[in-house]
């Protein structure tokens, strides 16, 4: 392989086979909406993995965890449907639990391996300032195990061993302050935010105006000079580019 081809950044839009690694309830489509949908328009067969249930997240005491991550399971699913989504999935972690790490990387290699995505997406673990533990956990773990999957003797949770070997060609990062990778979401935006408004127990309406002016800004902001009104901005990197490669950051 020459330098040339390792350090190819490789083409998400071509993607026929997408894996979507969310920690909560709503970033999917928050982070990468416009995309999904576009990708889905292609012809690309794309999967929801939400891994927490979204229970914590109202600031309303009066609304319990357990009846909140009920309805969020429900927006999920009508989320997805918007989006053209093929098919859910969940692994029910208690939201903002401090998630254990290699448990997760191991349940996440055994859905790569039973799945055979091309392109794994999912929040950036790098993002500076980044607080909330499930956002970080999540993507570090979805890194790992887009890492970890090519080897047989790497066990998926619960899994035998060897296991088939699965090699995504590249992981997609949303929510990044590093991107090298900007789609055209024009036609997909309305999508977008009607997938985002779904999650109608997240978005009240001042909140909402507010949020939605913000990501109109911000897409608007990152379309300059390349000839759409809006886009959305991925980190991509090839599962090689995950492993003592001090360009990554670069890329």
Known sequence: MVQADWMSIPDLM?????????????????????????????????????????????????????????????EIREAARILGVAGTLEFGYPDAAFLPEKELCQKIVGVIRDIKPDFVMTVDPWLPYETHPDHRAVGMAAAAACFMTVFPHFPSWGGVLPAPAWEVQGIALYHTAYPNTFINVDEAWDIKLAAIRASASQCDRSWWEDFEGYLDRKSRSLAEGKGYARVEAFKVLKRSHLHINVDAINM
Request: aromatic share 2%.
């Open 14 to 74: 071509a993607c026929k086979r997408l894996l979507c690694i969310q920690p909560h309830p709503d970033d999917n489509e928050i982070g990468a909406g416009g995309t999904i949908a576009r990708l889905v328009k292609l012809g690309c067969t794309v999967t929801f993995l939400t891994v927490t249930d979204g229970g914590i997240g109202s600031r309303d005491p009066l609304v319990p965890p357990d009846a909140l991550a009920a309805i969020r399971r429900a």
